[in-house]
């Protein structure tokens, strides 16, 4: 970290400034300028926060060097992470994961078919939500741990994993106990109690990233939850907000490389919710994988138009099953399986 301080910072400021930074176990490397003075610090800054130093009246400005991360930080852990959501590896060039199902649990025997459609065409996890973050309090809210059950049941007869969103600390028991990879919503990302309390769960976790963070907020969020003890963080892209209206949200394809060169976590791209729309999943899927994704998460219906959720942004399942197949021959074509 880089701190200016400005012309004529009386000797004892530059002196109490030092002393509290080496109190703190960094070096402190001086460099008095012609107009200004100049501190570098060398060591672990994670725990100085820059704005914090700029509130100091003689501070000119605060240029920070490392990132404020430190447990998701490539640069500190080299080799990309595996996670493991039951047996499968997801990951470090693993085969890809492909995270399909409904937007929201209707009913047992529906997830069951969907499960059985979505296995047979090619995915490895089971998607469904059970406890839904709905925009209008007079939408279809899910059928919460009914839901979950109903997911359990559908794991029992498929082998699959399930994936499925927690919306409250006070499920965190029924999450623990049945489901395989907690997802936190893109409209929970900064729900920093959650991140805690999920940081404490011996469980992969999908962390989805909120509709308008940064991609340095997503990697704080994903902190949150290795700081706390949990280091099984998957990264998933949902498209952000941006001033177009064509598709529901923007798909943040950059992301992908970003993530890969900023952090060692998986990242899996969710074009469902980052498009809207049905026939824009398959071409944003394509890209993705092309892109390096470490999996995709998309939504399934048998019968969208009767969807109580998300229906316009889900796949039949035999478009589903086209769309693995066509994933497939990408996947190869930039050294992956699927
Ligand atoms: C979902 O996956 O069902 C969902 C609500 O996604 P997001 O949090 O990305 O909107
Ligand atoms: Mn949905």
């Not at 907000?241 to 791209?269: Q, S, Y």
Request: charged share 25%.
């Amino acid at each position: 970290m880089i701190i200016t301080l400005k012309r004529a910072t009386p000797q004892a400021e530059v002196d109490r400034l030092t002393d509290l930074f080496e109190n703190q176990g960094l070096k402190v490397n001086l460099s008095f300028g012609e107009y200004y003075t100049i501190m570098g610090l060398v060591g672990d800054t994670t725990k100085i926060y820059e704005h914090d130093i700029e509130a100091n009246e003689w501070v000119e400005n605060v240029h920070r060097v490392q990132a404020p991360y430190k447990l998701a930080n490539r640069e500190f852990h080299p080799e990309d992470t595996i996670v493991y959501v039951g047996n499968t590896p997801i990951g470090a060039g693993q085969k890809l994961a492909i995270m399909a199902g409904p937007c929201s649990v209707e009913s047992l025997e529906g997830i069951c078919t969907i499960a059985d459609e979505v296995k047979k065409a090619g995915a490895n996890i089971l998607r469904g939500g059970a406890y839904k973050p709905r925009t209008s309090p007079y939408s279809f809210q899910g059928l919460g741990y009914e839901g979950i059950l109903d997911m359990v049941e559908a794991r029992n007869r498929t082998g699959m994993p399930i994936v499925t969103e927690i919306m409250s600390e006070k499920h965190i028991d029924e999450f623990m106990e049945n489901v395989d990879l907690v997802q936190i919503g893109a409209r929970n990302m900064q729900n920093f109690d959650l991140l805690k309390a999920v940081g404490h769960l011996n469980k992969p976790i999908l962390l989805k990233r909120g509709m308008s963070a940064t991609i340095d907020e997503w990697i704080m969020s994903a902190e949150y939850i290795m700081a706390h003890g949990n280091p099984n963080v998957i990264l998933c892209e949902r498209g952000i907000r941006t001033f177009e209206k064509a598709t529901r949200f923007t798909m943040d394809l950059a992301v992908i490389p970003i993530i890969k060169k900023k952090t060692h976590l998986p990242i899996i791209i969710d074009p469902s919710h980052a498009t809207g729309s049905w026939e824009l999943i398959e071409p944003v899927a394509l890209a993705a994988v092309a892109a390096g994704a470490d999996g995709l998460i998309i939504e399934v219906h048998d019968h969208p138009e009767q969807a109580l959720s998300d229906g316009a942004q889900s796949l039949k399942p035999e478009k589903f099953a086209a769309l693995v197949k066509n994933c497939k021959k990408v996947a190869e074509a930039v050294g992956r399986k699927i």
